[in-house]
């Protein structure tokens, strides 16, 4: 059974820092690309960043200089560094497998940027 699950959202104040993770089983995780997409209330699901198996990054305009992905091979995991963050990142974020059909999503993890 595949499974992908966040962790690390939270509420924060603009400028401040987060840290999400998600926890990946049931896949050979190393061969997959892993991404991060975000939903904002109203909107539709955008991609946030990629990480491929062979290490490329790739990022929207939006949250470049600001939000690093990494990715542990060892212990199944992806991870989304956010800082200086906007109330515009206010989103609820997700997290993707893809290597062909099928991709799969974790169930998300909200992050909400407020005074």
């Known amino acids: 059974q595949v499974q992908l699950v966040e962790s690390g959202g939270g509420l924060v104040q603009p400028g401040g820092s987060l840290r999400l993770s998600c926890a990946v089983s049931?896949?050979?995780?190393?061969?997959?690309?892993m991404g991060w997409y975000r939903q904002a209330p109203g909107k539709q699901r955008e991609y946030v960043a990629t990480?491929?198996?062979?290490?490329?990054?790739n990022y929207v305009d939006s949250v470049k200089g600001r939000f690093t992905i990494s990715r542990d091979n060892a212990v199944k995991t992806l991870y989304l560094q956010m800082n200086s963050l906007k109330p515009e990142d206010t989103a609820v974020y997700y997290c993707?497998?893809?290597?062909?059909?099928?991709?799969?999503w974790g169930q998300g993890t909200q992050v909400t940027v407020s005074l």
């Open positions: 990480i491929t198996s062979a290490g490329r990054i």
């Open positions: 993707n497998a893809n290597w062909g059909a099928p991709s799969y």
């Open positions: 049931g896949i050979t995780f190393r061969m997959y690309t």
